[in-house]
């Protein structure tokens, strides 16, 4: 399929941070994966991966929410009750068991990641009992410097909760604050205090958790720049230590929840920009560093700077519906749909949907993506000698297409370095989605530079 056209003469359609481009947590993206690759492959992925002796993380998807936001892209479960969970649990409790018989016993989990939907959705008991069937199954890291997050929702989550999490052994949370402005709140069905998330951070600090972040989103309906200004005041008032801002993509077509969303509440491109924009510059002044991607730390985390910096390749096993795997060349992902990721479970067989298996080609583009959005630069003749090749001649498709990008100010070209620029920091997930293979091209209105 080919890659995605940027076009320039003043549109902003193509680089507006509004505009929708994916993530790139993996690449090639979840949607991009084919049916082809089957619980076989994954099984032979996990093996070998044992020789590799590369460090080894775990994801958990827990799919359950009390109640819809209507931005949510996530497909979440909602019900209000705690004991539809265990039902998944137990089938959560199989596939672990069918995973780690290809595993080498002896592999640490040095970082593990509870993600959903809501974690805090399951009752106390439930999250000590899912703690206890990991550590059976898997060899959980006993030390401080191991790496155990939990993304929380801070409407179901108190005190007692993080008390708990803290005693099962995690030490980083990731809250969900998306914006304090009522009129927001009330667009997106998600009523959330301020007072929730102080009370949260406070107990986080008193606990002694290595890191909070909070996430927050631009581009939700009825946001506006002052209303936007006004939560991060309050958000830096509480000093997280770590932020993320992450954009709102309205999809109505794919999500069926965001049908509850009116389009004329939307703020328009340039206003997400603007106050993006606006965001960066505050966030400097209050002492955080951008560390590329959607990502903000305290001037003082240093911890997190250094993890940043050395970032390793590790392995991911991915647990539970929707979740993904990585093993070096090969991604797979589990069942869309809960009815599906169970019934193979109950068939005793791996959930494994599909994946796919990385060319170099892919490997090199993945690279590239990743350096462009991390480190806001692009180093060609290091990551060619990385790959054995010319990486320059082996892109140059797509770096004759950011040469666009260029012209518009949002990248400079340095020979062999590509640095984005402090304008092209608003739209580098855009600029990486130049190197995204599998994206499709726009269609002649969206390429207009009038669009
Ligand atoms: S709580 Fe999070 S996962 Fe659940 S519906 Fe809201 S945004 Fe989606």
């Known amino acids: 399929m080919p890659a995605r056209a940027f076009t320039a003469s003043g549109s902003e359609a193509p680089f507006a941070a509004a505009s929708p481009?994916?993530?790139?947590?993996?690449?090639?993206?979840?949607?991009?994966?084919?049916?082809?690759?089957?619980?076989?492959?994954?099984?032979?992925?996990?093996?070998?991966?044992?020789?590799?002796?590369?460090?080894?993380?775990?994801?958990?998807?827990?799919?359950?929410?009390?109640?819809?936001?209507?931005?949510?892209?996530?497909?979440?479960?909602?019900?209000?009750?705690?004991?539809?969970?265990?039902?998944?649990?137990?089938?959560l409790d199989r596939e672990m068991v069918l995973t780690g018989r290809h595993l080498d016993a002896g592999r640490e989990i040095r970082a593990l990641q509870w993600g959903g939907g809501t974690p805090t959705f399951l009752t106390l008991d439930q999250m000590g009992d899912l703690i206890d069937r990991l550590d059976a199954r898997f060899r959980l890291a006993g030390d401080r410097d191991r790496e155990y997050l939990i993304e929380i929702d801070p409407r179901e989550a108190d005190v007692f909760t993080l008390r708990h999490l803290e005693a099962l052994g995690f030490n980083r949370l990731s809250l969900e604050v998306l914006d304090l402005d009522p009129e927001v709140q009330q667009a997106i069905n998600r009523q959330q205090g301020r007072d929730l998330t102080e009370q949260l951070l406070d107990e986080a600090d008193r606990l002694g958790f290595t890191s909070v972040n909070l996430n927050l989103i631009l581009g939700l309906p009825r946001q506006t720049r002052d209303g936007f200004a006004a939560t991060l005041e309050q958000v830096i008032a509480m000093a997280p230590s770590r932020l993320s801002l992450f954009h709102y993509h309205h999809q109505p077509e794919r999500f069926p929840r965001q049908r509850r969303i009116r389009p004329e509440d939307l703020p328009a491109p340039q206003e997400v920009q603007g106050m993006l924009q606006a965001a960066i510059e505050r966030l400097a002044a209050a002492g955080y560093v951008h560390l590329g991607h959607d990502r903000f730390v305290r001037g003082d985390d240093r911890l997190a700077q250094a993890l940043e910096a050395g970032r390793e390749r590790h392995d991911l096993v991915g647990l539970g519906v929707m979740a993904v795997s990585r093993l070096e060349a090969l991604h797979v992902r589990n069942p869309q749909r809960l009815e599906a990721y169970e019934a193979a479970l109950d068939r005793g067989q791996l959930p494994t949907a599909g994946g796919h298996r990385l060319s170099l080609d892919d490997r090199l583009r993945s690279a590239a993506i990743e350096q462009l959005t991390c480190d806001l630069h692009l180093d060609l003749a290091s990551l060619g000698d990385a790959f054995g090749l010319d990486a320059t001649a082996h892109l140059a498709e797509p770096l004759s297409r950011l040469a666009l990008a260029e012209g518009e100010g949002l990248v400079e070209r340095h020979g062999q370095r590509l640095l984005v620029t402090s304008a092209g920091r608003l739209v580098v997930r855009q600029l990486a989605s130049a190197f995204d293979a599998y994206l499709p091209a726009p269609s002649p209105r969206q390429a207009s530079p009038t669009s």
């Not at 993530?23 to 619980?39: C, K, L, N, S, V």
């Not at 590799?52 to 958990?60: G, Q």
């Not at 909602?78 to 998944?88: F, H, K, N, Q, V």
């Open 21 to 91: 481009a994916p993530a790139y947590a993996f690449y090639p993206t979840p949607q991009a994966m084919g049916e082809h690759i089957g619980a076989e492959e994954y099984r032979r992925a996990l093996e070998h991966s044992n020789a590799a002796a590369r460090p080894l993380s775990l994801y958990v998807h827990l799919p359950f929410c009390q109640q819809a936001c209507f931005h949510c892209t996530r497909r979440p479960v909602t019900t209000s009750d705690t004991r539809l969970a265990e039902a998944y649990l137990s089938r």
